[in-house]
């Protein structure tokens, strides 16, 4: 609640500290959900509803988490006005043709080779950072929120559940298929290079 | 009970969670330890979780001058 104070103050510093917090995982959540040219209006949408609307915020959140929640709205509420086309629900787990009926595997992962298991080579992999990303663009909005918020910003998972408004347990859901899908992603692209 | 191959790949994100029960979790780990391709799968599925984060947006300040805009209106 100090920040508030500072921010109601007109604190400036306070306001780039806060900044500091928010815009990477705001930025990289909006980036995911509308046009590449919507995100700045989006952003600045975000941040002038969020100081507009500061004193009805409640404290029952961290700030930084009730910024990102208006800013998912707002994000959701322009993917409906450029009518882009929503996908239908996805229920069903990734790995669910992966399995036999008893729970075996059918097909099991075959093997990878070692440097996916290191993040600077993987960084510096821009064909398959690519891939990622495209791949990211094609999850189920929940899924793709899930796995933005967690994996690719870094958010707890319990304030990405707060985020998105879901219990913890479900946000598990979201972001075990998200990865699943992702994971079959890289498979997908390793396959196409041998 | 150890769990199948299909429920111990659906346990990763379990694995280090108090509210999940201990037998659960420990069932999850011995099947992960023995078997070669769920492990294989844990790794490849933690491996795609830390290359997500060579997507990460850098962060930056453009809300500045929505606040100079929201501080001047008083």
Known sequence: ?194 | MLPTCREATQLLDVLDDADTSLLTRWGARFHLRYCDKCHRFANQYRATSRALRALATPSGNSGLSAFRAWRARG
């Open chain 1, 1 to 194: 609640m100090q920040l508030i104070a500072a921010l109601n103050a007109g604190n400036e510093s306070a306001f780039l500290e806060l900044c500091r917090a928010v815009e990477g995982p705001l930025r990289g959540l909006l980036r995911r959900f509308v046009s590449e040219a919507a995100v700045d209006d989006v952003v600045q949408q975000t941040w002038m509803r969020a100081l507009e609307s500061l004193g009805q915020f409640q404290g029952r959140s961290r700030l930084s988490t009730w910024i990102l929640q208006i800013g998912l709205n707002l994000a959701r509420n322009a993917v409906q006005r450029e009518k882009r086309e929503v996908p239908l629900p996805e229920e069903q787990d990734p790995d669910d043709g992966c399995f036999t009926s008893v729970g075996n595997w059918i097909t099991p992962p075959p093997t990878w080779p070692d440097s996916l298991n290191d993040p600077e080579q993987v960084a510096a992999n821009r064909e398959l950072v690519q891939h990622l990303e495209t791949e990211l663009r094609k999850l189920p909005d929940a899924w793709r929120a899930a796995v933005v918020l967690c994996d690719v910003e870094g958010l707890a998972p319990r304030e990405a559940a707060s985020v998105l408004d879901v219990e913890d347990g479900n946000l598990r859901v979201l972001l075990h298929r998200g990865r699943a899908r992702l994971r079959q992603g890289i498979e997908a692209l390793l396959n196409a290079q041998v």
